[in-house]
């Protein structure tokens, strides 16, 4: 933003104005390493991510919190499932409810990604990440390259391992489903490729707001707040704006059922696509033209 | 080589740097002195293409930062020892360094040794002493083994043992050829780190010329003591010159000593002592950036506090 002001000011100073010289005179008196630079800073990102302690736990909080709700959630249904009526008994999700710790874990790996590249702004060390690799749309695409893989992996252990606990929880009362009835596994990558999209979304808006808290506070507000708004609004708005934000989205990813004014899984995946193309657009953009 | 032409950079109504020009030559130690606020830290900024200026231009060896692959083989800086990961390892944030520009793990062993670190290369960084630190990014600045070199304010914090090793150092890479560009508020520390200097305050230029010629130029004064002070005072002042009384001495400023002496004799004046007087570094200094202080503490004050306008 600073850096595209004029320097109308500033002009009568020197000869010398703002417009940036070409490389005339490349003074190579050193060999430099040749090769692209991206694979060199997704290793170093790679470096970072799994050189502190914070993120190890972060992913492993991941994991529990997903997994350890689920069965939760699982075990208070066979618990009250004999006193519900035939209509609920009928509209009952098994897939769905061994996912419920998605909405916690969601923000355990969101919040993570928003850190990614917030502690570097919050210590100071973006000035050196930026020093290094003067290229600073490559840094960030090694960020998201690296935390993407690093979180779609993790997210799939992590409902996989939700998925058959809470089935082995619900068939104690012979209410679980089996991986390979219709829609299923669809329904769990669903889970998994939603817990990624908001990760990066975090990493998106962290690169965006800089601050840590501001970041955290702006993801919540996309991911939980703003689905409340929209219900707030009159029918059919209310409905038709809710299915285009990312609790809309993952609701139709991790349904079995489809569930009445959703997206279908399909177009779901193609509106999260569009939601990280311009929330990382936006990012691009900012990282490349700020003061840092 | 670095080489700054009418650099200028405002942060919205403040003029952080304001059109600057310097050149930053091979084969020396070069200081950059200025008062706290005075922009050194955003100048230094403007050159690492972290910050985009307003008007002007930095180049390193003839091209912008910014477009630069694998820049730590040609340029290392260290601009901030405190910007850590406090969880990381020292070695763990050497390497994710050293890999980011495609050097190897032995390099960053290297650097360790050379920095003393090699025993705690394991621990979590957070907890270093500022000294552990600087010497940390000073490493970092070394993994690449570059010829331009950049340091801000790299003595902060360091004991007399590593003040001199780091003045070591400077004066070693200095003597392989290399370019040293070391910004210090610590103006006894640089006369004997520096050959050259470059000062600025309130982002422009003061002063950029040899320490020998700074000091010799900048507040050099003749102490004179002589039976007929009244007398030789007036002389003095006729010609020209700028005569004070100090403990019952003229302390004469403009002229030479060997001026003052041949009015003396001239006019039948006896002289008692006439002695030339260098002002240190420190006097110099002050003179040249007296009118240039960004927060005055009532009267102009050098070296300040560490609590000036830093980012």
Redesign the interface.
């Known amino acids: 933003m ?6 109308s ?3 009568s ?6 417009a ?2 070409p ?5 190579e ?5 040749h ?1 692209a ?1 991206l694979p ?2 997704v ?3 790679w ?2 991510l799994r ?4 993120t190890v736990w972060s992913l492993v909080a991941t994991i529990g919190i997903t997994v350890g709700l689920g069965m939760l959630f699982c075990f208070a249904y066979t618990r009250r499932f004999d006193r519900l009526g035939l209509r609920e008994r009928l509209t009952f999700d098994p897939t769905a409810q061994s996912l419920r710790g998605l909405f916690l874990a969601q923000l355990a790996i969101g919040v993570l990604g928003v850190l990614v590249i917030s ?2 702004h919050a ?3 973006i ?9 600073r749309r490559v840094v960030l695409a090694a960020k998201a390259i690296v935390f993407g893989v690093i979180a779609a992996v993790v997210t799939t252990i992590a409902v996989f391992i939700a998925f058959f606990a809470g089935q082995a929880v619900l068939d104690t009362k012979q209410l679980g489903v089996a991986i390979g009835d219709p829609h299923v596994l669809r329904a769990v990558l669903g889970a998994a490729v939603y817990l990624t999209f908001v990760g990066l979304l975090g990493l998106a808006i962290g690169t965006i707001v800089r601050r840590t808290a501001g970041a955290i506070a702006t993801l919540v507000g996309v991911v939980l707040v703003l689905p409340l708004l929209a219900q707030a609004l009159p029918s059919p708005w209310n409905d038709d704006i809710a299915k285009f934000l990312p609790g809309g989205i993952g609701t139709s990813l991790f349904s079995v059922r489809s569930v009445a004014d959703r997206l279908s899984p399909a177009a779901a995946l193609v509106v999260a696509v569009l939601w990280l193309a311009g929330t990382f657009a936006i990012a691009t953009v900012l990282i490349s ?1 700020r ?2 | ?1 670095i080489d700054v ?2 650099l ?1 950079k ?2 919205g109504s403040t ?1 952080a740097v ?2 600057l ?1 310097f050149e930053v030559a091979p084969g020396r130690v070069t200081g950059f002195l200025g008062p706290n606020g005075a922009g050194k830290s955003t100048t230094m ?1 403007l050159i ?10 930095a ?1 390193v ?14 340029v290392g ?1 260290l ?2 020892a ?8 020292a070695f ?1 944030h050497l ?3 050293a ?4 050097i190897g793990r032995r390099r960053v062993d290297e650097v360790l040794g050379l920095v003393g670190l090699t025993d705690v290369a394991g621990r979590r960084a957070g907890p270093f002493s500022l000294g552990m630190k600087q010497r940390l990014g000073i490493a ?1 600045v070394m993994l690449g ?1 570059p ?1 331009i070199l950049l340091f801000d304010e790299p003595v902060t914090g360091l004991d007399p043992e590593g003040i001199v090793w780091i003045r070591n150092l400077f004066h070693r890479l200095a003597a392989e050829g290399r370019t040293v560009f070391v910004s210090s508020h610590l103006m006894s520390e640089m006369a004997l780190t520096a050959q050259h200097l470059v000062v600025i305050g309130r982002g422009k230029l003061i002063a950029d010329d040899s320490i020998d010629r700074i000091t010799a130029g900048a507040g050099s004064r003749v102490r004179v003591l002589s039976p007929q002070r009244e007398e030789l005072a007036r002389v003095l002042t006729n010609e020209g010159a700028t005569v004070q009384t100090e403990d019952g001495a003229l302390s004469v400023t403009g002229f030479d000593a060997a001026r003052v002496g041949d009015l003396a004799a001239g006019h039948g004046i006896t002289l008692h002592e006439l002695t030339p007087q260098r002002a240190s570094l420190e006097e110099a200094f002050f003179e040249l950036t007296e009118d240039s202080v960004e927060y005055h503490g009532g009267e102009p004050r050098w070296p300040g506090s560490k609590m000036g306008a830093k980012r």
């Open positions: 600073a850096g595209v002001e004029d320097g000011e500033a002009m100073t020197d000869t010398t104005v703002a940036p010289e490389a005339t005179e490349v003074a008196r050193r060999p430099s390493p090769g630079v060199a800073v290793h170093t990102e470096t970072k050189s502190v302690r914070s502690s570097e210590t100071g060390l000035r050196t990440t930026l020093t290094a690799i003067p290229q033209r003061d840092a | 080589m032409r009418g200028s405002r942060y003029v304001d059109g020009s900024r690492l293409g972290l910050d985009a200026p307003n008007a002007g231009t180049t060896n003839g091209t912008t930062y910014r477009g630069r692959r694998f820049p730590m083989h040609e800086a601009l901030d405190q910007a850590l990961h406090p969880g990381r390892s763990h390497l994710s360094l890999q980011s520009n495609r970092g083994d010829e």
